[in-house]
Protein backbone atom coordinates (compact mmCIF):
# COMPACT_ATOMS: atom_id res chain seq x y z
CA UNK A 1 0.00 0.00 0.00
CA UNK A 2 1.58 3.45 -0.99
CA UNK A 3 2.07 5.76 1.59
CA UNK A 4 1.26 9.38 1.91
CA UNK A 5 3.30 11.20 -0.80
CA UNK A 6 3.67 15.26 -0.90
CA UNK A 7 4.83 17.10 -3.51
CA UNK A 8 6.90 19.07 -4.12
CA UNK A 9 9.75 18.17 -1.56
CA UNK A 10 11.83 21.13 -1.26
CA UNK A 11 10.44 24.83 -2.47
CA UNK A 12 12.54 28.39 -1.97
CA UNK A 13 10.33 31.17 -2.52
CA UNK A 14 10.54 35.08 -1.95
CA UNK A 15 8.39 37.18 0.80
CA UNK A 16 5.26 37.90 -0.88
CA UNK A 17 4.32 35.06 -2.80
CA UNK A 18 2.22 32.73 -2.43
CA UNK A 19 2.54 28.84 -2.65
CA UNK A 20 0.76 25.64 -3.18
CA UNK A 21 1.57 22.13 -1.56
CA UNK A 22 0.01 19.24 -2.74
CA UNK A 23 -0.63 15.85 -0.53
CA UNK A 24 -2.10 12.79 -1.12
CA UNK A 25 -3.60 10.39 0.90
CA UNK A 26 -3.23 6.75 1.85
CA UNK A 27 -5.76 4.93 -0.10
CA UNK A 28 -9.32 4.54 1.43
CA UNK A 29 -8.59 7.44 3.96
CA UNK A 30 -10.93 10.30 3.59
CA UNK A 31 -8.85 12.43 5.95
CA UNK A 32 -5.92 15.08 5.54
CA UNK A 33 -4.42 17.36 8.06
CA UNK A 34 -1.50 19.47 7.52
CA UNK A 35 0.97 20.76 10.30
CA UNK A 36 3.75 23.08 10.04
CA UNK A 37 6.89 22.26 11.74
CA UNK A 38 9.63 24.31 12.89
CA UNK A 39 13.04 24.33 15.42
CA UNK A 40 10.91 27.19 17.76
CA UNK A 41 7.29 26.18 17.51
CA UNK A 42 7.34 22.06 17.37
CA UNK A 43 4.52 20.53 15.45
CA UNK A 44 1.77 23.09 15.24
CA UNK A 45 -1.53 21.79 13.53
CA UNK A 46 -2.61 23.94 10.67
CA UNK A 47 -6.16 21.96 9.72
CA UNK A 48 -8.00 19.07 8.73
CA UNK A 49 -10.18 18.00 5.95
CA UNK A 50 -12.77 15.55 6.12
CA UNK A 51 -14.87 14.58 2.87
CA UNK A 52 -14.01 17.97 0.65
CA UNK A 53 -14.87 20.05 4.39
CA UNK A 54 -12.78 21.94 6.53
CA UNK A 55 -13.60 19.73 9.73
CA UNK A 56 -11.14 21.45 12.16
CA UNK A 57 -8.72 24.29 12.33
CA UNK A 58 -6.03 25.14 14.39
CA UNK A 59 -4.70 28.56 15.45
CA UNK A 60 -3.48 29.92 12.14
CA UNK A 61 -3.47 33.43 10.31
CA UNK A 62 -6.18 33.61 7.29
CA UNK A 63 -3.19 33.36 4.91
CA UNK A 64 -3.44 29.89 5.56
CA UNK A 65 -5.93 27.77 3.97
CA UNK A 66 -6.49 24.21 1.67
CA UNK A 67 -8.74 22.88 0.24
CA UNK A 68 -9.81 19.00 -0.47
CA UNK A 69 -10.98 17.15 -3.84
CA UNK A 70 -13.12 14.30 -4.23
CA UNK A 71 -9.93 12.08 -4.49
CA UNK A 72 -9.23 12.84 -1.49
CA UNK A 73 -5.99 14.79 -2.11
CA UNK A 74 -5.48 17.83 -0.77
CA UNK A 75 -4.01 21.17 -1.22
CA UNK A 76 -2.38 23.83 1.04
CA UNK A 77 -2.02 27.18 0.19
CA UNK A 78 -0.03 30.47 1.84
CA UNK A 79 -0.43 33.55 0.21
CA UNK A 80 2.07 36.74 0.76
CA UNK A 81 5.21 34.87 2.47
CA UNK A 82 6.68 35.88 5.08
CA UNK A 83 10.00 34.83 6.16
CA UNK A 84 8.52 32.76 9.35
CA UNK A 85 6.78 30.60 7.58
CA UNK A 86 10.14 28.80 6.65
CA UNK A 87 9.47 25.43 7.85
CA UNK A 88 8.45 21.79 6.90
CA UNK A 89 4.87 21.47 6.13
CA UNK A 90 3.70 17.87 6.59
CA UNK A 91 0.79 16.08 5.74
CA UNK A 92 -1.31 13.53 7.14
CA UNK A 93 -4.09 10.65 6.54
CA UNK A 94 -6.08 8.77 8.37
CA UNK A 95 -9.43 6.98 8.21
CA UNK A 96 -10.77 9.85 9.64
CA UNK A 97 -14.28 7.96 10.93
CA UNK A 98 -16.24 8.46 14.28
CA UNK A 99 -15.49 12.23 13.85
CA UNK A 100 -11.42 11.90 15.05
CA UNK A 101 -8.34 12.19 13.06
CA UNK A 102 -7.80 8.89 15.18
CA UNK A 103 -4.35 6.85 14.10
CA UNK A 104 -2.18 9.36 11.65
CA UNK A 105 0.12 8.31 9.31
CA UNK A 106 2.43 11.46 7.91
CA UNK A 107 4.32 12.00 4.55
CA UNK A 108 7.88 13.03 4.17
CA UNK A 109 7.04 16.29 4.28
CA UNK A 110 7.29 19.56 1.98
CA UNK A 111 10.55 22.07 3.30
CA UNK A 112 9.70 25.41 2.41
CA UNK A 113 12.46 28.10 2.69
CA UNK A 114 10.72 32.03 2.53
CA UNK A 115 14.25 34.27 1.07
CA UNK B 1 -4.95 27.11 26.00
CA UNK B 2 -4.81 23.25 25.72
CA UNK B 3 -1.03 22.31 26.86
CA UNK B 4 0.86 18.84 26.13
CA UNK B 5 3.83 19.19 28.39
CA UNK B 6 6.70 16.47 27.52
CA UNK B 7 9.36 15.56 29.92
CA UNK B 8 12.36 15.22 29.92
CA UNK B 9 13.25 17.82 26.54
CA UNK B 10 16.11 15.17 26.11
CA UNK B 11 17.85 11.93 27.32
CA UNK B 12 21.17 10.11 26.49
CA UNK B 13 21.41 6.44 27.28
CA UNK B 14 23.35 3.42 26.65
CA UNK B 15 22.11 -0.17 24.59
CA UNK B 16 20.11 -2.15 26.90
CA UNK B 17 19.11 0.29 29.32
CA UNK B 18 15.18 0.88 29.90
CA UNK B 19 13.83 4.65 29.88
CA UNK B 20 10.47 6.15 30.32
CA UNK B 21 9.21 9.03 28.63
CA UNK B 22 6.79 11.34 29.84
CA UNK B 23 4.10 13.24 28.41
CA UNK B 24 1.27 15.30 31.02
CA UNK B 25 -1.60 17.41 29.48
CA UNK B 26 -3.90 19.82 30.62
CA UNK B 27 -7.17 19.04 28.69
CA UNK B 28 -9.72 17.17 30.38
CA UNK B 29 -11.69 15.69 27.57
CA UNK B 30 -9.92 14.42 24.17
CA UNK B 31 -10.71 11.41 22.00
CA UNK B 32 -7.10 9.70 22.14
CA UNK B 33 -3.38 10.29 23.09
CA UNK B 34 -1.03 9.54 20.80
CA UNK B 35 2.48 8.52 20.08
CA UNK B 36 4.81 9.60 17.42
CA UNK B 37 8.54 8.70 16.78
CA UNK B 38 10.58 10.76 14.63
CA UNK B 39 13.80 10.38 12.70
CA UNK B 40 15.28 12.37 10.68
CA UNK B 41 11.83 12.11 8.41
CA UNK B 42 8.55 12.49 9.37
CA UNK B 43 6.59 11.07 12.54
CA UNK B 44 6.02 7.53 12.25
CA UNK B 45 2.99 6.07 14.24
CA UNK B 46 3.29 4.37 17.47
CA UNK B 47 0.50 4.24 20.00
CA UNK B 48 -3.01 5.47 20.49
CA UNK B 49 -4.31 5.11 23.77
CA UNK B 50 -8.33 6.25 24.62
CA UNK B 51 -8.93 4.25 27.62
CA UNK B 52 -7.33 4.76 31.32
CA UNK B 53 -5.55 2.13 32.57
CA UNK B 54 -5.08 -0.17 29.56
CA UNK B 55 -0.85 -0.90 28.57
CA UNK B 56 -0.51 -1.03 25.01
CA UNK B 57 2.64 -2.98 24.08
CA UNK B 58 4.54 -3.23 20.48
CA UNK B 59 7.54 -5.49 21.08
CA UNK B 60 10.05 -3.27 23.25
CA UNK B 61 7.90 -0.40 23.47
CA UNK B 62 4.66 0.18 25.67
CA UNK B 63 2.99 2.57 26.75
CA UNK B 64 -0.35 3.75 29.52
CA UNK B 65 -2.78 6.54 29.69
CA UNK B 66 -3.65 7.83 33.37
CA UNK B 67 -7.04 9.90 32.49
CA UNK B 68 -7.47 11.12 36.17
CA UNK B 69 -3.48 12.19 37.05
CA UNK B 70 -3.54 13.52 33.34
CA UNK B 71 -0.14 11.62 31.82
CA UNK B 72 0.97 8.94 29.62
CA UNK B 73 4.11 6.99 29.81
CA UNK B 74 5.80 5.38 27.31
CA UNK B 75 8.46 2.45 28.54
CA UNK B 76 11.48 1.86 25.89
CA UNK B 77 13.35 -1.62 27.47
CA UNK B 78 16.74 -3.06 26.40
CA UNK B 79 16.79 0.31 24.26
CA UNK B 80 19.23 0.43 21.03
CA UNK B 81 21.09 2.36 18.85
CA UNK B 82 17.94 2.54 16.91
CA UNK B 83 15.88 3.94 19.37
CA UNK B 84 17.28 7.14 19.01
CA UNK B 85 14.91 9.96 18.25
CA UNK B 86 12.50 12.76 19.10
CA UNK B 87 9.77 10.94 20.71
CA UNK B 88 6.57 13.08 20.37
CA UNK B 89 3.20 12.94 21.95
CA UNK B 90 -0.07 14.48 20.92
CA UNK B 91 -3.30 15.35 22.47
CA UNK B 92 -6.05 14.31 19.68
CA UNK B 93 -9.57 16.82 20.66
CA UNK B 94 -11.07 18.87 17.73
CA UNK B 95 -7.36 19.24 16.75
CA UNK B 96 -3.86 17.26 17.13
CA UNK B 97 -1.95 19.04 20.08
CA UNK B 98 1.71 17.90 19.77
CA UNK B 99 4.26 18.16 22.94
CA UNK B 100 7.85 19.58 22.46
CA UNK B 101 9.13 16.47 22.56
CA UNK B 102 12.12 14.37 23.77
CA UNK B 103 15.40 13.36 22.18
CA UNK B 104 16.34 10.27 23.47
CA UNK B 105 19.68 9.06 22.13
CA UNK B 106 21.21 5.91 22.32
CA UNK B 107 24.86 5.46 22.97
CA UNK B 108 26.26 1.93 21.81
Known amino acids: KAGVTQTPRYLIKTRGQQVTLSCSPI?????VSWYQQTPGQGLQFLFE???????NKGNFPGRFSGRQFSNSRSEMNVSTLELGDSALYLC??????????????FGPGTRLTVL | EDKVVQSPLSLVVHEGDTVTLNCSYE??????LLWYKQEKKAPTFLFML????IEKKSGRLSSILDKKELFSILNITATQTGDSAVYLC????????FGAGTRLTVKP
Open chain 1, 92 to 105: ASSFGLAGGMWEQF
Open chain 1, 27 to 31: SGHRS
Open chain 1, 49 to 55: YFSETQR
Open chain 2, 27 to 32: VTNFRS
Open chain 2, 50 to 53: TSSG
Open chain 2, 90 to 97: AINNNDMR
